[in-house]
């Protein structure tokens, strides 16, 4: 069984940082792209950040420029550094990713983790 697991979110002022972090663990073949997504109260799922196996990033206008999407292809590790976090930063962020596993490499699992909580202090 493939799963992605999360750590790293709390409390923090505004402006200062959080860095999240998402471990795939299983019998693993491959994992091709990987993002973070959050949600607010309220609020529909969005994406947040994306990165390709290759390491190819995209960024949503609201974090260009203060969030950072980084992976270990090794660790199956990816990772979200989070700077400069405004009031309407706090959500729950998720980190989703298309893994193969080894039973059925050719046939990729979309996983979500089970989100870790982002809270900013004013």
């Known amino acids: 069984q493939v799963q992605l697991v999360e750590s790293g979110g709390g409390l923090v002022q505004a402006g200062g940082s959080l860095r999240l972090s998402c471990a795939a663990s299983?019998?693993?073949?491959?994992?091709?792209?990987m993002a973070w997504y959050r949600q607010a109260p309220g609020n529909q799922r969005e994406l947040v950040a994306s990165i390709t196996r290759g390491g190819t990033s995209n960024y949503r206008d609201f974090v260009k420029g203060r969030f950072t999407i980084s992976r270990d292809n090794a660790q199956n590790t990816v990772y979200l550094q989070m700077n400069s976090l405004k009031p309407e930063d706090p959500a729950v962020y998720y980190c989703?990713?298309?893994?193969?596993?080894?039973?059925?490499?050719?046939?990729?699992?979309?996983?979500w983790g089970q989100g870790t909580l982002v809270t900013v202090s004013s």
């Open positions: 299983g019998n693993i073949f491959s994992i091709d792209a």
């Open positions: 989703n990713a298309w893994v193969a596993p080894i039973s059925t490499p050719h046939r990729p699992l979309e996983l």
